[in-house]
């Protein structure tokens, strides 16, 4: 949420997230629904959306990391959250060691 929230803003189309006509954030951080955005569940999960942008937060790690996941292809999470998703789909989804996977030899 943070993370889009910005892209105007670093885009530099915008001074702040809620300045950006095309934004959500607006309806968010007013936490009322309006005639586009129904802003459930993210008051369920960041409570006042106005604090939660600003919080200080290591952007560039958290950019790093998203760009990352987009890039793999694999889900960003924590590692319970992710295993959680593992056990429910029956897929490995965390990042494994790299390179070529040992061979089980039967004797």
Known sequence: MRYVSFNP???RLAERPQDWTWSSVR?????????LVRVQPAPNRYGDFARFLGEPV??????LALRRSKSSGRPLGSSEWLADLEART??????????????NLCI
């Open 9 to 11: 803003v670093r885009a």
């Open 27 to 35: 309806a968010h951080v007013a936490g009322a629904d309006d005639e």
């Open 90 to 103: 029956g897929r490995t989804l965390a990042p494994q060691k790299r390179g070529p996977k040992p061979k």
């Open 58 to 63: 290591d952007h560039k790690h958290a950019w």
